[in-house]
C-alpha cells in the first residue's frame, strides 16, 4: 500500500525534460515558451550564469526542470543550439552567434575572434603588451600618434630623413636652421 501511495506521487510529480525554444520574453529575466517533447507547450524562466547572458533562437534546445514537480514553475537551466555551434577540438572554449560570430580559445594559447566590427570601448585607454602589433590593412587614427621608438617606411626611418636633412647644404649657403 505504501509503495503504490508513493508510486502514484511520483507519477504526478513533474520531472526535468528536454524543450525546443518557440520565443522568448525579454526584461530583467527572460521568459521562455518551450515546446516538451510530448507536444505540450510550457512557459518558464532562463536560468543563466551570472555574468553571461543569451536569447536563443527558436528551435534552440532546453533542459528544464518543473521546480517543485509543477509546470507551472518551471527553470531552463541549460540551453543548446546545435545548427549554430562551431567545431572544438578537446580542451577549447568558444561563444557563438547564429550569424557566425564567435570568440575562440583555441589550442596552442591562440584567441580567435571573428566578426565584421569589433568595437572596443574604453574609458581611459587600450594596451596591448606585446612585442609586436600587425595588421593586414590600413590604419586610420582621427588624434595624434606618440612615438617612444622609431617610425620607419619601406625606404628609411625619420632619424635619418632628419640626417639628411641637417647635413644638406646649398650653393653658396648655409646649412638649414634650425636643425631638425
Known amino acids: 500500500m505504501m509503495r503504490e501511495q ?38 518558464g524562466e532562463l536560468f543563466q550564469h551570472y555574468g553571461f547572458t543569451s536569447a536563443p533562437l527558436p528551435g534552440a534546445e ?18 543548446e543550439d546545435g545548427r549554430y555551434r562551431i567545431t572544438l577540438k578537446d580542451g577549447e572554449v568558444a561563444l557563438y552567434t547564429d550569424e557566425g560570430d564567435h570568440v575562440h580559445l583555441k589550442r596552442g594559447r ?3 575572434v571573428v566578426t565584421e566590427t569589433l568595437l572596443v570601448k574604453a574609458g581611459t585607454k587600450v594596451r596591448f603588451e606585446t612585442p609586436l602589433l600587425e595588421t593586414t590593412g590600413d590604419v586610420k587614427v582621427d588624434g595624434n600618434i606618440k612615438v617612444d621608438g622609431e617610425v620607419a617606411d619601406r625606404t628609411r626611418t625619420m632619424q635619418e630623413d632628419r640626417e639628411l636633412y641637417n647635413g ?4 653658396n649657403g648655409p646649412p638649414p636652421s634650425p636643425q631638425q
Do not use: C, W
Not at 62 to 79: C, E, L, Q
Not at 168 to 171: F, I, K, L, N, W
Open 6 to 43: 508513493a508510486s502514484r506521487e511520483r507519477q504526478q510529480f513533474r520531472q526535468a525534460f528536454r524543450a525546443v525554444a518557440a520565443r522568448n520574453k525579454h526584461g530583467k529575466l527572460i521568459g521562455v515558451d518551450m515546446q516538451g517533447l510530448a507536444g505540450e507547450t510550457v512557459s
Open 62 to 79: 532546453y533542459i528544464a526542470i518543473p521546480v517543485g514537480g509543477n509546470s507551472k514553475h518551471t527553470v531552463v537551466v541549460a540551453s
Open 110 to 112: 591562440v584567441v580567435e
Open 168 to 171: 644638406h647644404g646649398h650653393p
